[in-house]
């Protein structure tokens, strides 16, 4: 199959997820039909595509500057440390008043997760080994979990409400406020994305031959990192903490696409990123009761990692 035929059906495949997506649940023709589409059920598939987007691109990129089939802004810490913000600033702590949306809950979450990230980028540069380097970000993610709780234990009973209906992980909730700053964030992010692609295929072939090529390894880690920081940050900030898609979604594009060179991966990931939040999203309402966006990610994402760890390539 050619290069052109793939995308055809990359892009048909995304379509109709979302417009699955956006008529989930069926329709009850009358005169609510028109406000349940446009007021409810499009900003959340809105929502679902830049997520996806967001975090497979910030997946792709954690995995290149680390080499690390694994790494992904979940597994490395970085989403716990956006959570760890954003809990922060609904508990008042920031501000004195407690933030439930807008530029204050995503600023504290953009600095918990530069704060997570500047400590993995930190360690990965003092010891190489792959096993370590998750074996720590699992850490830090426990440990800014922790004190997430406890921020929650003791807040008010508002910001233990909203702490909870947030942290399960939702597109439903997403309002267009939230929608414009996971846009701008995505716009932002991949902007710098783009410019670092040279970078990350170079520095796939390890620090000294980049260095050697004339490349800045230390720039193409910083930039890496600032896109994936903010659009995690971000999409945590309005969706909650969702894992599993920035590792999944690489690898899926790569064994479709059989290339590992970024410039022709971005739009692949982008896509097949959005493609599993809208697949997500469709499966948390095939129940009575909607369950929470995460955990039918990790239904998908968990599979796909214990085969990377078996040692097998998807690629």
Same mark, same amino acid.
């Given at each position: 199959?050619?290069?052109?035929?793939?995308?055809?059906? *990359?892009?048909?495949?995304?379509?109709? *997820?979302?417009?699955?997506?956006?008529?989930?649940?069926? /329709?009850?023709?009358?005169?609510?039909?028109?406000?349940?589409?446009?007021?409810?059920? /499009?900003?959340?598939?809105?929502?679902?595509?830049?997520?996806?987007?967001?975090?497979?691109?910030?997946?792709?990129?954690?995995?290149? !500057?680390?080499?690390?089939?694994?790494?992904?802004?979940?597994?490395?810490?970085?989403?716990?440390?956006?959570?760890?913000?954003?809990?922060?600033?609904?508990?008042?702590?920031?501000?004195?008043?407690?933030?439930?949306?807008?530029?204050?809950?995503?600023?504290?979450?953009?600095?918990?997760?530069?704060?997570?990230?500047?400590?993995?980028?930190?360690?990965?540069?003092?010891?190489?080994?792959?096993?370590?380097?998750?074996?720590?970000?699992?850490?830090?993610?426990?440990?800014?979990?922790?004190?997430?709780? *406890?921020?929650?234990?003791?807040?008010?009973?508002?910001?233990?409400?909203?702490?909870?209906?947030?942290?399960?992980?939702?597109?439903?909730?997403?309002?267009?406020?939230?929608?414009?700053?996971?846009?701008?964030?995505?716009?932002?992010?991949?902007?710098?994305?783009?410019?670092?692609?040279?970078?990350?295929?170079?520095?796939?072939?390890?620090?000294?031959?980049?260095?050697?090529?004339?490349?800045?390894?230390?720039?193409?880690?910083?930039?890496?990192?600032?896109?994936?920081?903010?659009?995690?940050?971000?999409?945590?900030?309005?969706?909650?903490?969702?894992?599993?898609?920035?590792?999944?979604?690489?690898?899926?594009?790569?064994?479709?696409?059989?290339?590992?060179?970024?410039?022709?991966?971005?739009?692949?990931?982008?896509?097949?990123?959005?493609? !599993?939040? *809208?697949?997500?999203?469709?499966?948390?309402?095939?129940?009575?009761?909607?369950?929470?966006?995460?955990?039918?990610?990790?239904?998908?994402?968990?599979?796909?990692?214990?085969?990377?760890?078996?040692?097998?390539?998807?690629?």
């Amino acid at each position: 199959m050619n290069i052109s035929k793939k995308y055809f059906l *990359l892009f048909f495949t995304v379509f109709l *997820l979302a417009a699955v997506d956006l008529l989930a649940g069926g /329709l009850n023709y009358g005169e609510l039909t028109q406000t349940i589409l446009l007021e409810l059920r /499009l900003p959340r598939m809105l929502c679902a595509v830049l997520a996806g987007i967001a975090l497979a691109q910030g997946g792709m990129q954690m995995q290149a !500057i680390f080499r690390n089939p694994l790494a992904d802004p979940h597994v490395l810490g970085i989403s716990s440390g956006a959570a760890l913000g954003a809990s922060l600033a609904a508990a008042g702590l920031l501000t004195g008043a407690a933030a439930s949306g807008g530029w204050t809950l995503a600023a504290a979450a953009f600095a918990g997760a530069i704060l997570a990230g500047v400590g993995v980028v930190a360690v990965s540069s003092r010891f190489q080994g792959v096993a370590t380097l998750l074996i720590f970000g699992l850490l830090l993610g426990f440990i800014f979990s922790a004190i997430t709780t *406890l921020i929650q234990y003791f807040g008010s009973e508002e910001s233990l409400k909203l702490y909870h209906s947030w942290v399960s992980g939702s597109f439903a909730s997403c309002s267009g406020q939230g929608l414009i700053y996971i846009g701008i964030s995505a716009v932002i992010g991949i902007s710098i994305a783009a410019t670092n692609l040279k970078g990350m295929d170079v520095i796939l072939f390890g620090d000294e031959f980049a260095a050697a090529a004339g490349a800045r390894v230390p720039v193409i880690r910083l930039k890496a990192l600032l896109s994936c920081c903010l659009m995690t940050a971000t999409v945590t900030a309005f969706c909650g903490p969702i894992g599993f898609v920035g590792i999944i979604a690489p690898h899926i594009a790569k064994a479709v696409f059989g290339t590992s060179v970024h410039s022709k991966l971005m739009l692949p990931v982008a896509l097949t990123g959005a493609g !599993i939040t *809208l697949l997500a999203d469709i499966i948390a309402q095939l129940f009575s009761t909607p369950v929470p966006v995460g955990a039918t990610i990790a239904l998908v994402g968990v599979p796909v990692i214990m085969f990377i760890l078996l040692g097998k390539k998807l690629w």
